[in-house]
């Protein structure tokens, strides 16, 4: 993931997230050496007017995001995001099979995420990726509904 993705991730988290990252601490994460990231961009034809001819124009939309930190034998999913319109279309499986490989190759045993307890269809998706819960932090995610708990999911990598 390159510097220039960052904004698009940005824009992506503030969808996704009722308190999302900003764009500056997006940054400073992803300039540490230890962290990690893919997106999910969709190929698209835009039609333009030029010169009283229309003309396509090949365009790249960013519609999903995973980050994700490498230290040793330890890895943590940190966010995934998908646009709504894009969601249950393969496009977070696909994200976290890349981390998967990414992770394993440089010899991590274990992957570690948190997500909060209300959001089922992400659990949904982390537990067919064979995700275990192994902790709760209580009432760690201040949301308009209230309070919610983290559930601390980790899978073994083998």
Do not use: P
């Not at 050496?33 to 229309?54: M, Q, R, W």
């Not at 995973?66 to 966010?79: A, D, G, P, Q």
């Not at 760690?140 to 509904?145: A, D, F, R, W």
Request: aromatic content about 8%.
């Amino acid at each position: 993931m390159s510097e220039m993705h960052v904004i698009e991730v940005s824009k992506i988290h503030k969808n996704c997230f009722e308190n999302s990252w900003s764009l500056n601490y997006l940054s400073l994460l992803m300039n540490n050496k230890v962290n990690d990231g893919f997106i999910a961009k969709l190929k698209a034809n835009t039609n333009t007017k030029e010169n009283k001819s229309l003309k396509y124009i090949d365009t790249d939309i960013c519609i999903g995001f995973v980050l994700f930190s490498k230290v040793h034998e330890y890895s943590e999913l940190l966010s995934l995001g998908i646009l709504e319109n894009w969601r249950c279309h393969g496009i977070g499986s696909d994200l976290i099979q890349h981390v998967v490989r990414s992770i394993s190759r440089s010899g991590a045993s274990r992957l570690v995420l948190e997500v909060a307890k209300n959001n089922i269809s992400a659990r949904k998706l982390y537990s067919d990726f064979g995700f275990k819960e192994v902790s709760r932090r209580t009432g760690y995610y201040k949301q308009s509904i209230g309070n919610v708990d983290a559930v601390i999911l980790e899978k073994k990598i083998k």
